[in-house]
Structures are given as structure tokens and as C-alpha cells.
């Protein structure tokens, strides 16, 4: 029989001291066994219950788990059954591992267990072309490198052909009507009545620090389908298989799983410079909410920060730290910050506290079983949802200041505060401690009602990425994670600024492909 939540608000410490002791000793027997249970509950993850995997917390690695080893038995038995295992090839030993180590050499084990891609010996995949041929384009010179004069068409040599997948759209608002186009492309050079030969080429983009991947017009995908890719990736969230299995499916295109995958990094490669332009607009803003969540590098834990503006959503992938929030707010960032808890925001001189952490907070001490708690908790919450109706109230006027108002009340409860922040009861003593660590940027919106009091703004921003998260399991590489802060900065900025994404990211993509800079973003219509 459990001591139910009803039983345990009546056990005060004095109503024990009066129990006799075999009664006591009952009393301790039955609660050492609630606690070992409670204990054991908590403890339990994916790999100890029938708990899925997605409830697991994003931190915690993977546990050499059931599944896995399951896999792994499957894997021994099919080899047994029908040997030698296909996949394994006649160059592996038909007892070599499965696992391979991954390429940053961290020991297998660490992250995901399988090195994503083709795996050793198997089948490679070639171009597999089933779309004819639309149309030949010829890239002809126009004009003489040399003496300027226009170059006849007719003088034109092709040297080199490329075939490039393009997406494009019929007229009208959206993008409907969407076909596909297979083109050859020609590229040669043409002599002048001069001599001089001049030659035309692919575009290509010169090398930049941190990327691997290249930015060329040297690309089986055309912009606007690589920006097609990339929203079925990030924002209809399909993984690559998935969007391979889309686009041979509906569209007719066969292109392979790293195609996909190099056509996502090679756009966020051509976005890269547009992040200054974000990063600056952002620095001006009179008023940003910033928030982080957890993220996952193949197996390695990082956070997937946001700052949100008016006009513009900037995210980036790092460590959690003071220095990535001072890199993109700067060391003298003016405006307010919308923030949560977290220590590092308190370098930020006009911070403002979320409201909606601390009620919340409230509310589960409110629920307490420990009598202390509950009185805090009580207090805490009548007081914030008092000045919440104060701050609406007082946004429907003239502007004011309610701060005089409420000095005497807030007064009291720094006191209440002061007394609990020793306090026995963890929860209240952490709740405490957070009132009077940020006192000043929690009531600062009581001189400024027309500040915000939650921090939603951020929080929405996050929560399409942290689904992205629960299914992808996060990125796999350092350039992957690059891409993915870069590409939704953008994609989310423009929906800020109500204008479409997928046709300016084509566009971004087709002038980096030159070589040329990248257009700048609109601004907001
Ligand atoms: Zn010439």
C-alpha cells in the first residue's frame, strides 16, 4: 500500500515524534520501500523500460542499449543464415564488424553506430539518369576578353558538356506547377576576328575557410531544386532517404542519399555571408529574446541557440557559452534581452526575466508536498499573476511606471525571499535564489509595462527544431551543424519578413555558384 499524496502532506516531522516505535518502524519500512521504488522509476530510461527512446533526454549518450544489441544479434543471425552477407563484399572477411569507426576517429560506440553513407564493399550507386534530355543550352562567349568586340554565336566550339536537374516553376503566385527540367549544358569558347580565343566555364566559388564542400556550377542539381531539398529537409523534416524516395516517387529524379546531403551543406555554405548582414541587424535591435536547447553532434552535446528579433531569427550551433551569446549580441549589445535563467545572460545590462519560468516554478511548489514549498510557492504565484493583470492593465493607458506602486510588496517578498534562500526544501531554496540572483531583470517591466513578459517569442522559434531533433537525432559533423544554423537563420528570417524563402535561396545559391556575392536579404514587407 503506497503512502498516496494525501498521506504524505499529513506527515509532519511533530505528528511522528508522537508515534510509539514498532509503529515508527512500520512507518520506515514502508516508506524505504516507496523511496527504492520511486528511485527505480527515475532512474528508468529507454533501455530499462518499455519508456521509448524519444523520452530519453537529448544528453544522455546511448546505452550499449537493447535495441542496439538486438540489431546487433540480428545482424550475427542473419550472417549465420544466408553467409556470405552481401553487403560485406569480397573484400571484407565474412566476420568482419559491422561497425566502422567513424571518420573523426572517436571510437565507434560514440554516437550513431553505423558510419552513415555506403557502407565498405557495397554496391556503389552511379549517376542513374531515367530523365531525357529537355533542352541544350549553349554557354557562348559574347564578348572578346581581349579587344571587346561581340562574338558571333556561329563561331562557338562546345568542349564540354554538363547535365544539370532543374526545378522550375509555371507563373502565378506560390510555386505552382512545378516541372522538371534535364539540360544539357554547353560550355566552349569562340575565336575573334582578332585571334584571341576566349572560353566560357562552369562558375565556381574559390575556396573558403571551414567548408568541404564545393560551390560550383559544376552540380548535377540546379539552385532552385537544391533549395527544394532543402525544404523538404529542414522544414518538412524528412530525413534523406525520405526526400530520395520523394523525389523518385513524384518527380522522377533519382539522386543519391550524399547528392542529397552535399546539395543541404553546399547551401548553407552559399548562405554563409548573408549571416553578417543578420548578425548586424540583430546587434541594433531595441528589443531581443534569446533561448537554447539542446543539440546533438554525433553524439556530442551542443546547444542550437536562438536570437530573436522583430525582423530576424538568427540561429547558431555551439557550446554552451558566454562567449557564443557575446559573439553574436556583441560586448555592448543596447538593447533588452528577453532571456530565461541561465548565468551567462546576466552580462547583458537591460535583461529581462521570463515570467512564464517563474510562475510555472511557482506552481509546482504550490503542488508540494512539504508544506514550507507550498506556502512559497502559494505566495510566489499570487504575486506574479497579480502584476501580470497590473502590467496588461497598465499597457491600455497612457505609458507609466507601476514600480512605485509595488515597492512596499516587492519589498516584503525580497524578505520572504532572503528567508528562504537557505531554505531545506531544494526547490524553494532554487526558486528563491532565482528571484534574488535576477531581481532587477525579473521586475524591470514594471517601469517599462510595455515590455514583454514572456520569452514565447524564443521558445516558438526553437520548437519546429527541436522536433527536427527528436527525429534526425541532430547533426553528424561540424559542417553539417554549420549549415543547419545557417540555412534556418535565413529561411526563418524571411518568413519574419513575410516574403517566400525557396525562390531567394535559389537565387543565393545560383550567384554564389559564379562566384559572385550573395544578394542581400529584403528586408521586411
Ligand atoms: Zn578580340
Redesign the pocket.
Known amino acids: 500500500m503506497y503512502l498516496s499524496d494525501f498521506d504524505l502532506k499529513q506527515l509532519e516531522s511533530r505528528n511522528l515524534a508522537k508515534l510509539p516505535v514498532a509503529e515508527k518502524n512500520r512507518l520506515l519500512e514502508k516508506m524505504l520501500g516507496d523511496l527504492i521504488e520511486a528511485r527505480e522509476r527515475l532512474a528508468a530510461n529507454s533501455s530499462t523500460s518499455s519508456r521509448p527512446p524519444s523520452s530519453d533526454p537529448p544528453w544522455s549518450g546511448p546505452h550499449g542499449d537493447a535495441e542496439a544489441e538486438e540489431t546487433a544479434t540480428q545482424g550475427a543471425k542473419a550472417k549465420e543464415d544466408e553467409m556470405p552477407l552481401a553487403e560485406n563484399g569480397p573484400s571484407a572477411p565474412p566476420d568482419a564488424p559491422a561497425m566502422v569507426a567513424c571518420p573523426d576517429g572517436k571510437p565507434p560506440g560514440v554516437g550513431p553506430k553505423k558510419k552513415p553513407g555506403r557502407q565498405p564493399g557495397a554496391h556503389g550507386h552511379s549517376r542513374m539518369l531515367t530523365l531525357p534530355v529537355t533542352g541544350t543550352i549553349p554557354h557562348a562567349p559574347t564578348h572578346?576578353a581581349?579587344?571587346?568586340?561581340a562574338l558571333d554565336g556561329d563561331a562557338f566550339k562546345a568542349n564540354t558538356g554538363l547535365y544539370v536537374l532543374e526545378l522550375v516553376a509555371g507563373d502565378g503566385p506560390g510555386l505552382r506547377a512545378l516541372a522538371v527540367r534535364h539540360d544539357k549544358h554547353l560550355y566552349g569558347e569562340s575565336t575573334?576576328?582578332?585571334g584571341?580565343v576566349t572560353r566560357t566555364e562552369p562558375g565556381r566559388c574559390p575556396d573558403e575557410p571551414m567548408w568541404k564542400v564545393g560551390l560550383s556550377e559544376w552540380s548535377l542539381v540546379g539552385p532552385f531544386l537544391t533549395s527544394f531539398i532543402v525544404c523538404l529537409s529542414l522544414r518538412m523534416r524528412l530525413s534523406r532517404r525520405n526526400i530520395q524516395e520523394f523525389l523518385q516517387d513524384w518527380l522522377g529524379v533519382y539522386l543519391s542519399t550524399s547528392t542529397i546531403n552535399r546539395c543541404i551543406h553546399e547551401a548553407g555554405r552559399a548562405v554563409e555571408p548573408l549571416e553578417g548582414q543578420l548578425v548586424d541587424e540583430v546587434r541594433q535591435a531595441s528589443l531581443a529574446y534569446a533561448d537554447e536547447t539542446s543539440w546533438k553532434e554525433w553524439g556530442k552535446l551542443l546547444w542550437l541557440w536562438v536570437v530573436s528579433t522583430a525582423t530576424v531569427s538568427l540561429y547558431l550551433i555551439g557550446y554552451r557559452s558566454a562567449e557564443l551569446i557575446t559573439n553574436a549580441l556583441g560586448e555592448d549589445f543596447a538593447g533588452w534581452l528577453m532571456t530565461d535563467g541561465y548565468k551567462v545572460y546576466r552580462q547583458f545590462h537591460k535583461r529581462l526575466r521570463c515570467w512564464a519560468h517563474l510562475l510555472r516554478k511557482a506552481k509546482g511548489l504550490r503542488e508540494s508536498l512539504t508544506g514550507e514549498a507550498r506556502l512559497f510557492g502559494e505566495h510566489s504565484h499570487a504575486l506574479l499573476t497579480e502584476l501580470m493583470d497590473a502590467v496588461y492593465q497598465a499597457r491600455e493607458g497612457p505609458p507609466t511606471s507601476l514600480a512605485g506602486r509595488y515597492r512596499d510588496r516587492l519589498e516584503e517578498f525580497r524578505l520572504m525571499c532572503e528567508l528562504h534562500r537557505d531554505c531545506r526544501h531544494e526547490k524553494t531554496r532554487a526558486l528563491a535564489r532565482e528571484f534574488l540572483n535576477d531581481w532587477e531583470a525579473v521586475w524591470i517591466v514594471l517601469a517599462h509595462p510595455y515590455l514583454p513578459l514572456t520569452n514565447n517569442e524564443a521558445e516558438r522559434a526553437l520548437r519546429h527544431w527541436v522536433i527536427l531533433r527528436r527525429i534526425t537525432h541532430g547533426t553528424r559533423t561540424e559542417q553539417g551543424s554549420r549549415a543547419l544554423a545557417l540555412l534556418i537563420s535565413v529561411i526563418e528570417t524571411c518568413r519574419k519578413r513575410k516574403h517566400l524563402p525557396w525562390p531567394y535561396l535559389a537565387q543565393v545559391i545560383a550567384e554564389r555558384r559564379k562566384g559572385n556575392p550573395a544578394p542581400a536579404m529584403l528586408a521586411a514587407t
Do not use: K, L
Open positions: 572578346c581581349v579587344c571587346d568586340r575573334c576576328a582578332c584571341h
